[in-house]
């Protein structure tokens, strides 16, 4: 268990739904991070929220949307999904370590769009 | 930009002969680099790390990393194969703002 829970493990849907997925960071770590793992794309960084403030956006798409809450929880929010959203979703948290800042990953959330 | 480049896709060992995974980088300063692990079915786990100190880098399960800025390289290997290190593994470089660029990931075969 690497600290950082995310939830739910799996959901599938249909195109056009929304979709919220969860991440709980790891105590003690203020930044959370989403990225989204496809298998025609790899991993791509989504954004980064450090302490409920938006930090760093990256391939995120407009019907894509978080945010990071004040007890550090952060949400993932996907709408009018379509097929190609099918992705493994990964949530990391973030301390840094002798001058790397070290990133531990959750599970993911395997989002399957049918 | 930062960037990595893995350079080979798949790799195929048999177990206890040695593990060689290549990765170039590219930084326009000093990077962190990071080797990064994925089990089947499983989240991301951290290596190694190197961040400016020593150039050779030990890390979990035995495997190790050198860092040669006149090659831009970051190598990842390991004396030993076992059959638990079949897996998918990332070279991962950080950028300005911290965020974590990945490679495209070496899927490693390990063969009895």
């Known amino acids: 268990d690497s600290g950082v829970t995310q939830t739910p493990k799996h959901l599938i849907t249909a195109t056009g739904q929304r979709v919220t997925l969860r991440c709980s960071p790891r105590?003690?770590?203020?930044?959370v991070y989403w990225y989204q793992q496809s298998l025609d794309q790899g991993l791509q960084f989504l954004i980064q929220?450090?302490?409920?403030?938006?930090?760093a956006k990256g391939n995120i798409l407009e019907r894509f949307s978080a945010q990071q809450f004040p007890d550090l929880h952060s949400e993932l929010n996907l709408s009018s999904l379509e097929l190609g959203d099918s992705a493994l979703y990964f949530c990391?948290?973030?301390?840094?370590?002798?001058?790397?800042?070290?990133?531990?990953f959750g599970a993911g959330s395997r989002l399957t769009v049918l | 930009a930062q960037s990595v480049t893995q350079l080979d896709s798949h790799v195929s060992v048999s177990e206890g002969t040695p593990v060689l995974l290549r990765c170039n980088y590219s930084?326009?300063?000093?990077?962190?680099l990071f080797w990064y692990v994925q089990h089947p079915n499983k989240g991301l786990q951290l290596l190694l790390k190197?961040?400016?100190?020593?150039?050779l880098v030990k890390g979990i399960n035995g495997f190790e990393a050198e860092f040669k800025k006149s090659e831009t390289s970051f190598h990842l290997t390991k004396p030993s194969a076992h059959m638990s290190d079949a897996a998918e593994y990332f070279c991962?470089?950080?950028?300005?703002?911290?965020?974590?660029?990945f490679g495209t990931g070496t899927r490693l075969q390990v063969f009895p």
């Open positions: 991962v470089v950080s950028d300005w703002a911290d965020k974590l660029i």
């Open positions: 990391a948290s973030s301390v840094v370590v002798t001058g790397a800042n070290v990133l531990t």
């Open positions: 929220y450090y302490n409920g403030e938006e930090r």
């Open positions: 105590s003690g770590d203020l930044s």
């Open positions: 190197y961040t400016s100190a020593a150039t």
């Open positions: 930084s326009s300063y000093s990077p962190s």
